[in-house]
């Protein structure tokens, strides 16, 4: 008898799942999956009605400016105070959701295992990737090994 609440369940586990799945997150970010799912449903629009339900609910459109990719890379900034001098002024974390109390983002940190809500955050969306400092190092020694082995085997052609 409850149709049309089971429905809605059975809707927002497998948008859950997609969310997961796409992000490569682990099965144990169900809850955050669920809950972002219902927060972007109720910012959608609805068939049966020509308002979203926030629309209904609130009397007014919902703004969607802060939406991002679910399980996208984010670096959120350290304050002053919790830092010393040579410390990182960011940490890089997961974007897993919207809070709902404040104007924030919902953040996982895997070194920590800890969830944490944010404003100050810079999000790097799928196809958006940030380039470490890391990763350009390690490309240019793979570029400098390259052109070293070409060198080598132009110089062993010269001699044969």
Request: with cysteine.
């Amino acid at each position: 008898q409850n149709g049309v609440s089971e429905r809605m369940n059975r809707s927002l586990v497998e948008k859950a799942r997609c969310l997961l799945h796409e992000a490569g997150l682990d099965k144990r970010f169900w809850a955050e999956a669920i809950n972002t799912a219902c927060y972007l449903r109720n910012r959608s629009a609805v068939s049966s009605v020509s308002n979203t339900p926030y629309e209904m609910f609130f009397n007014r459109k919902p703004d969607l400016s802060h939406v991002r990719i679910f399980g996208s890379t984010a670096m959120t900034h350290v304050p002053k105070e919790k830092r010393r001098k040579w410390d990182k002024k960011s940490n890089k974390l997961i974007l897993i959701g919207f809070s709902e109390t404040t104007k924030g983002y919902r953040l996982y940190d895997p070194k920590t295992g800890q969830v944490q809500t944010s404003r100050d955050v810079v999000i790097f969306e799928k196809g958006k990737e940030m380039v470490s400092i890391d990763t350009g190092l390690q490309d240019s020694r793979e570029d400098i090994e390259k052109t070293q082995e070409q060198e080598v085997s132009v110089g062993v052609q010269t001699i044969q």
